[in-house]
């Protein structure tokens, strides 16, 4: 059972922006910084609104929530209305592989990066590789 009411959670929910996150998007613009990344624009007018792209090299980086956007491990479904959101993460899922697809086909590389890999080493080097 949620362990607030239906009207607090309503209020948490429109809390959540779909950009400009602190513990992803703004962790990824200072490991860009302190690895000396360059190049890369946010809020780029492009399909599927990427939070980063790099328009030279024809890359664009999503950061993923892993609850947002169904991480197949870490994803915890909420006990309330879980019909609902179930129904809304795959509609998400499924969003996000349309979006992939036509980047990859009008020529972008496509990045999805989740949440709690954004400050693993690993992800830098998978960056790097996109832009070589």
């Not at 962790?27 to 946010?42: C, P, T």
Request: charged share 30%; hydrophobic share 40%.
């Amino acid at each position: 059972m949620d362990k607030v009411s239906p009207r607090k959670r309503s209020w948490i929910m429109a809390q959540v922006k779909s950009g400009g996150n602190k513990s992803t998007e703004t962790a990824l613009v200072a490991a860009f910084r302190r690895s000396k990344i360059r190049g890369w624009h946010r809020k780029y007018l492009l399909f599927g609104k990427p939070d980063f792209v790099f328009p030279k090299q024809r890359v664009a980086v999503f950061v993923d929530g892993c609850f947002w956007h169904g991480h197949p491990q870490r994803c915890r479904m909420p006990v309330s209305n879980r019909a609902y959101w179930a129904k809304k993460i795959a509609r998400n899922v499924t969003r996000d592989k349309l979006v992939t697809q036509t980047l990859r086909k009008k020529g972008w590389k496509v990045l999805r990066i989740w949440e709690d890999c954004v400050a693993k080493a690993s992800t830098l080097t998978r960056i790097r590789k996109a832009l070589s």
